[in-house]
């Protein structure tokens, strides 16, 4: 997988399309319904379900739904408004494979516990550590002119807010996450990111160290069992049988788990 994507577009959107306005309708729908599920694919059906590459800012209204299912979505992004789905549990974009970051604002959700997401496809994830666009040429811009910050939610115009990246854990995954700041002072209030992650909130960009992905870090491991091997060569304490055993099966069982993945 390619781990460069250098930019970010905005106005993904065809707002006079019929299929918007079958998925605006079908947001207003859910919410007089109070509905608890939200399955747009399932309403829409899939030719129609795959232009859509935003959800409508609407969905704030969505209070009572309990689950969302977005598999295998043509989705770009999700707006700030899903932090107000206040009763979410879980959140299903599996296989939306163009979704490589999500607004802070969904750690809002503080009933979100559950979630099933491509983490391949993430920018910064464990596995290919995706590079992170850089937000200082790349800006990304939400419907209207203002948006809101992140942690005080104050409006601002684009020009004084301050995007930066930070991965964090949303139900079950770890996310890149784009927040918009008003100040330092909300900067600092920013979570710690998950050990593995980068520790801080950052501008992105090709030449940001980030830690090793799954590949490096198996490579470093066979090349210290072998480093390890070799050592053991030359020592005369004996070994007992069952430390030998376990050392043999070390890089034939993560030979195994690396095929398997």
Known sequence: MNKRISKIDNNVQDRNSFAWKRICDYVDKVAAENGEEFFPLEELGQELFAQIFTLPETISKLKNVKKVCLYGS????????????????????Y??????????????????????????????????????PRLNHN????????????????????????????????????????????????????????????????KGGADLKQPLDENQLFELEMKNYKNEQSENVIETKPIENSEISKNKRFPLLKLIRKIFE
């Open 74 to 93: 043509k989705l770009k992004r999700i707006p700030p408004e899903i932090g107000e789905m206040e009763s979410l549990e879980y959140f299903d974009p």
């Open 139 to 202: 800006p990304v811009r939400y419907l209207g002119d203002t948006v809101n910050c992140s942690i005080c939610s104050k409006t601002m115009a684009y020009e004084q807010t301050n995007q930066l990246w930070i991965s964090l854990r949303v139900g079950t995954d770890i996310l890149p996450l784009l927040t918009n700041l008003c100040s330092k002072e909300c900067e600092n209030k920013l979570p710690i990111p998950p050990e593995n992650y980068i520790q801080f909130a950052h």
């Open 95 to 132: 296989t939306s494979y163009n979704l490589h970051w999500f607004p802070y604002e969904i750690t809002k959700c503080k009933n979100l516990k559950d979630s099933r997401v491509s983490t391949r496809t993430l920018y910064g994830n464990s596995k290919n550590r995706m590079d992170f």
